[in-house]
């Protein structure tokens, strides 16, 4: 009950609406106002724009220019990209975030790669290279296939026949804790060491390495690891999404206070010197 200039208001919500009730609903139909969230919500937020009013919409620094080379239906969803040597833009989307395909939690992201098949500059072909995946949040070209991260596992995958769909899956490492989808594990970004790095996402977990059997607890840290030999170390940082390096090998991580930090100091020069 809500109390206004001495008279009792009665308000309550249900099916996605506000109901009211009190002496100046008297004279309405059944005695109630009702409200539906979407006309208490609207105007609050602007409508979304095309891709390309999106690109009006953009100002950048002069002596740079910003162009429109994806948009839907070829990629929906996207979380994280990544170019291959070859061209290819493979993307990694999470069309099942927050509450999977089915609001049951069932698996349904994708791992894409988009061509420019005319050499415009813009992709014009998007092949679906590997579905189903439990909320996806990293991607890079390895080898002859791509590494992603979906926890609890980082894996390989690989086309072997030419067709465009991943018929090689293998799981590199394990142990990632899942939970929140904002707060897993991703990457990846390679150090000027030539070890891939990739971050925490604030959740941690005991990571098993597939090839040595070795764990290695990631409470607090971030990681990188060498996928041909199965090494897994951590590295000073926790980075919630994104940790990459600048052009002298500097590392920077974030989470959704703090958009920025310097891990300044790798852990294992700590390591060596304790």
């Known amino acids: 009950m809500i109390t206004r200039n001495g008279s009792n208001n009665g308000a309550w919500t249900r099916n996605r609406t506000l109901w009211v009730q009190n002496e ?3 004279n309405l139909p059944d005695k109630v106002d009702r ?4 006309d208490l ?3 609050l937020q ?3 724009l095309s891709p390309e009013d999106s690109l009006k919409a953009l100002r950048v620094k002069s002596g740079f220019k ?4 994806a948009q839907e239906p070829l990629v929906q969803s996207p979380i994280a990209f990544e170019w291959g040597g070859d061209g290819k833009l493979w993307v990694v989307e999470m069309g099942d975030y927050p509450l999977g ?3 049951k939690g069932t698996p349904g992201g994708t791992v894409r790669f988009l061509e420019d098949t005319n050499h415009d500059g813009i992709y014009d072909k998007s092949t679906v290279f590997l579905e189903g995946l439990n909320f996806p949040t990293g991607i890079i070209p390895w080898g002859k296939g791509v590494i ?3 926890a609890p596992d980082i894996f390989y995958a690989e086309d072997t026949n030419g067709d465009g769909k991943a018929d090689l899956r293998k799981v590199l490492f394990t142990g990632f804790r899942e939970g929140n989808q904002q707060h897993r594990l991703n990457g990846f970004d390679y150090g000027l060491d030539n070890w891939l790095y990739g971050a925490n996402g604030d959740s941690g977990g005991r990571v098993r390495s597939e090839l040595t059997g070795k764990t290695t607890s990631i409470s607090g840290r971030d990681f990188r690891f060498r996928p041909d030999e199965g090494v897994f170390e951590t590295q000073a940082g926790g980075a919630q999404y994104g940790r990459h390096k600048d052009d002298w090998g500097n590392w920077f ?3 959704n206070s703090s958009w920025v930090w310097h891990y300044f100091f790798p852990e294992q020069y700590l390591v060596r010197q304790s």
Not at 35 to 38: K, N
Not at 66 to 69: D, I, N
Request: glycine share 12%.
């Open 35 to 38: 409200r539906s969230y979407e």
């Open 46 to 48: 602007p409508p979304p």
């Open 148 to 150: 992603i991260a979906a």
């Open 66 to 69: 910003a162009e429109l080379v």
């Open 24 to 26: 100046d609903t008297a």
């Open 41 to 43: 919500l609207r105007g």
């Open 253 to 255: 991580g974030n989470n």
């Open 101 to 103: 395909i089915d609001g």
